[in-house]
């Protein structure tokens, strides 16, 4: 029977061994003194309910701040001031995505919902063959849905008809709701279990391109796990990736040429700029790589084991949430800490996002944080 696993990232990150291994348990790495140069400032909290085990992401369209939480709350901020909150579904399991109009989240009963984004007001709602999971991505009057780990739906964003799908096998074993996808010019790109990246057309669906990005080795399923988590980040014409106990690499955006790899593997992701590709490893640390060569300019394991999650560059910096429920601000040069915020203790479960230069996070808890940063 096909498995998905929940919390991979917590799981790993506090373990310090292999999943469902029965070695003991390793302790978080203490946090050590820090004089900040960096003021690491939290402007604004809400709540919108427990995430639970759902992947669940906030949404910034200009000053609109949507989130959700797995009990059904969708809800819409503007400047701290919240607009409208609403019963979207019994059960949110994916999302949110939104643009101008339109407010997108799947339900656990196997349908995408879309709302108003000014009102609430629900629009349309629409069936698929599955639970959606992660966050949907809206583009060219369509959004686009994951359902399991093995399917792309689109849709109408007008009116919820659908406009195609893309499948693909069902692996053995799969991370649930870890695997993103992006947008480059008239291509989908998103990443599959056992290490594949996929380009696919927007307007049809169909397939232009996939790259092996990671190959499953193992003895069993388990250390088989080799599925590309996160969104997939573009700069120019590269697209980086990484897979957990697998590679980080680069492909050409257009061809699906494999540019370089590196054997790190993650359960987080990674975010990159003009210079380097940073990426959390699978246990916690923090690696800097050349974004041309995959070459490592430095590496901070000050985070190991405590289920570091997705780094988000900030202007000079990078910042790393754990899942014990701090934010840590590093210097982007060299990975020396300079900042650091202690929010929630139930743990940052989505990945940072920038709004205006300050950063967006969301707890397993349901508190939504919108963070400051400034030079001292």
């Not at 649930?176 to 996929?198: E, P």
């Not at 599925?227 to 980080?248: F, K």
Request: charged share 20%.
């Amino acid at each position: 029977m096909k498995q998905l696993l929940w919390g991979v990232a917590l799981a790993v990150g506090l373990s310090g061994c292999s999943l469902f291994s029965s070695k003991k348990t390793v302790e978080p790495t203490p946090l050590q003194t820090l004089k900040p140069s960096v003021e690491v400032k939290q402007l604004w909290r809400g709540s919108v309910g427990e995430t639970a085990d759902a992947a669940l992401r906030p949404a910034l369209v200009g000053d609109a701040l949507y989130a959700a939480g797995a009990e059904g709350t969708l809800a819409r901020t503007e400047f701290g001031r919240e607009t409208w909150r609403i019963r979207a579904a019994k059960r949110v399991t994916a999302g949110v995505a939104a643009d101008d109009e339109r407010v997108i989240v799947g339900s656990g009963d196997g349908e995408v919902l879309a709302f108003d984004a000014k009102t609430g007001k629900p629009l349309w709602k629409a069936p698929v063959t599955g639970e959606p999971i992660g966050a949907p991505l809206i583009a060219d009057g369509m959004v686009i849905t994951r359902v399991g780990d093995n399917q792309l739906i689109a849709h109408a964003l007008a009116d919820g008809k659908r406009r195609w799908i893309y499948q693909r096998s069902q692996a053995a074993l799969s991370l649930r709701g870890q695997i993103g996808m992006t947008r480059v010019g008239d291509l989908l790109i998103a990443g599959f279990s056992g290490g594949k990246l996929v380009a696919v057309t927007l307007a049809a669906g169909m397939p232009r391109w996939e790259a092996s990005v990671a190959i499953p080795r193992g003895s069993n399923e388990i250390e088989r796990l080799a599925d590309l988590v996160a969104d997939p980040v573009v700069r120019g014409e590269s697209v980086c990736v990484a897979a957990y106990q697998g590679r980080v690499a680069c492909v050409e955006t257009q061809r699906g040429v494999v540019q370089w790899t590196r054997d790190i593997g993650s359960s987080a992701g990674l975010d990159l700029d003009d210079r380097q590709v940073y990426v959390t490893e699978d246990l916690g640390a923090v690696t800097a790589l050349d974004v041309r060569t995959g070459a490592t300019n430095w590496r901070q394991d000050k985070l190991l084991n405590r289920g570091s999650g997705r780094p988000l560059v900030m202007g000079d910096h990078v910042a790393v949430a754990d899942s014990l429920g701090w934010l840590h601000v590093m210097n982007r040069s060299d990975g020396q800490f300079v900042g650091r915020l202690e929010l929630d203790s139930s743990g940052v479960s989505a990945p940072l996002l920038a709004y205006d230069g300050r950063i967006v996070a969301q707890s397993r808890r349901g508190y939504v944080y919108v963070i400051n940063l400034k030079n001292l």
